[in-house]
């Protein structure tokens, strides 16, 4: 076989020392072609990866921990359709308007299908129903949503994606979800009725949104998943905003601007951002287990905020949820 069908080159380079005569040395190079194996990734920068993951969601956690107080504030001088429709259309002057500066270019075909199911969760299905039920049911309430929803999410991750998350991580969520649904039932009543429908209608849309969220974070920055996911919507929620703008009264007050503007900017967008960044880096099942601290700290707002009174059992509901949260990021998924 001749030297240049060969998988290695052999090339000859001269090489001289003062007082000796010149000789030839041998070196072995690679073709130009070959791709040099990638170095293997050191422990410490995957748990740097994960760190910053973990950290991502977290903001995203505290940023929607806020969206039910939001949305309170918002139907003070608000009717439900124009919270909704209002809150997608200015963020989505947000979201394109950075998808214009940075000339981000269209998602890959491949990709429509599921920015489809981020919208229709996401960004419509889960504001509309959580502010339709919010009209009959209170704060705390509604925090039974976000009980369920890391359940749900990682459910709908296995069932997507091919996740199989080990039996503690189970077991963990299973338990971390019993605390936070029985924490807020007992607190508000937990009679069943048309808000309760509407609430557990908005798990199953928003787990799928999530799901295909964190997917989709894996191909494509974050921001980009919902800037599209907003900018799909736009027809939807311009003509949703324009009917509800002369159906429904207005007053606008300190407390329904804020919380229209928080809805739009703080929940729907910058904190979508930072939550599908964190899914893609730690994966989605375990990323949807932060969120059992989300009912907490939405009650913890809804004091501040809403003037609620914070109920005896939450010191000891929030120990066991931020237990649970321990077994399950240090299970693997």
Known sequence: MRDNDSAIATATIAVSTPGAPVTATP???APENQQRPKPPQLPEAAGGAAGRGALLA???VAAFSLTFPATAWGLEGMGPWTVVMLRSVLATVLAGGALAVF???LPERRHWSGIAVVTGGVVLGFPLLTTLALQTSTTSHAAVVVGLLPLTTAAFSAVRTGARPSRTFWIASLVGAVVVIGFAVQQSGGAPGRGDLLLFGSLLVCAAGYTEGGRLARH???WQVMGWALVLALPVTVTGAAVALSAEPL???VHSVGGVLWL???SQFLGMVAWYRGMAAIGISKASQL???QPLLTLLWSVLLLGERLPPAAPAAALAVLA???VTQRTRG
């Open 324 to 326: 649970c949260i321990a």
């Open 251 to 253: 007053r606008l007050t």
């Open 58 to 60: 977290s903001l995203g």
């Open 220 to 222: 494509m920055p974050g």
């Open 103 to 105: 000339r981000v270019r």
């Open 264 to 266: 739009a900017f703080g």
């Open 291 to 293: 969120q059992l601290a």
């Open 27 to 29: 070196v072995t190079t």
